[in-house]
């Protein structure tokens, strides 16, 4: 990533020398000119590239992000909405490894090794958790907790798993999953749900990372509780009722799964001899 100069402890160590995949970090934005100066330098310096995706913002978000990473990919986005945003970004993703995260200074990309670290280990899909030992949230009235928690055991009912979070916007995937994730009905903030659930059902490996959430820096939320709370639950209806996408029994295949992991365990290999 040709980026700003990172911030000192920027990533939280440094992975130089290691060899990874290609590592994209896809960022939605929607007037978040003031704190792309906090995010964008703390993404680690070895992520090979950011895909930002702008929803139309009417400040200088854009031309920030440009100051501050002269090669970010600057993508927009077919419908309204964070959930056509990141449909949008992962489509433009060229990474072997893509992790969303959200751009306001509530997820700290510093968290990024976490979860890739658990990806290469050999999950598919690595979920951020706010509630697991370890994580924390500084941005979340009483009644969001509550209706988050509501949110986890009707998935657990309705789907099985052991999620501890769901609605929560740092999750990282190969994306070589990405098909199975079926995201095309999902344009608002209920597509986290939709990432953890589909990934549920299409049996992938799922592993949750402890993440602390902070206070957005500047700038109010975009989420709206009760409207967005209801997309949240009727998305959970909705995959409930349907029966899996049928690209979905890829996953359950397991000569497709064990193809999957080679092929991945040849990236590693690949980088490896490369240097
Ligand atoms: N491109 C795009 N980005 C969006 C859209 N809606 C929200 N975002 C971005 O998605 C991320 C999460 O949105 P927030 O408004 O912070 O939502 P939230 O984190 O649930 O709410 P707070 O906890 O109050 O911050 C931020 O980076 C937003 O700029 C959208 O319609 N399009
Ligand atoms: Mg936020």
Request: hydrophobic share 40%; charged share 25%; with cysteine.
């Amino acid at each position: 990533m040709d980026s700003v100069k990172n911030e000192p402890d920027a990533g939280g160590v440094s992975l130089s020398g290691l060899a990874l995949p290609k590592i994209s970090v896809v960022i939605p934005t929607l007037n978040e000119e003031q704190n792309l100066s906090y995010t964008l330098p703390r993404i680690p310096a070895w992520v090979d590239e950011v895909v930002l995706v702008d929803g139309g913002s009417s400040d200088g978000t854009v031309a920030r992000a440009r100051a501050l990473v002269p090669d970010i990919v600057v993508v927009g986005q077919d419908r309204p909405g964070k959930g056509a945003a990141l449909r949008c970004g992962f489509t433009a993703a060229r990474g072997d490894i893509i992790v969303a995260l959200d751009a306001d200074g509530s997820t700290d990309p510093a968290e990024i090794p976490a979860f890739v670290g658990l990806l290469i280990a050999g999950a598919d899909f690595v979920k951020g958790s706010r509630f697991l030992q370890g994580g924390k949230t500084e941005d979340m009235e009483w009644y969001r907790f509550m209706g988050n928690w509501v949110l986890v055991k009707l998935v657990k009912l309705a789907f099985g798993g052991r999620f501890t979070d769901l609605c929560y916007g740092y999750n990282a995937f190969w994306r070589d999953i990405l098909p199975l994730l079926n995201l095309d009905r999902s344009d608002g903030f209920e597509i986290e749900t939709s990432m953890n659930v589909q990934a549920l059902r299409a049996g992938l490996r799922i592993a949750e990372v402890p993440s602390s959430e902070y206070l957005r820096r500047h700038g109010t939320s975009h989420l709206r509780t009760l409207p967005d709370g209801w997309r949240v639950f009727s998305t959970i209806v909705r995959l409930g009722m349907s029966k899996p996408a049928r690209g979905m029994t890829v996953a359950f295949d397991g000569r497709a799964s064990r193809a999957r992991s080679g092929e991945r365990r040849q990236r590693v290999r690949l980088t490896s001899s490369a240097m």
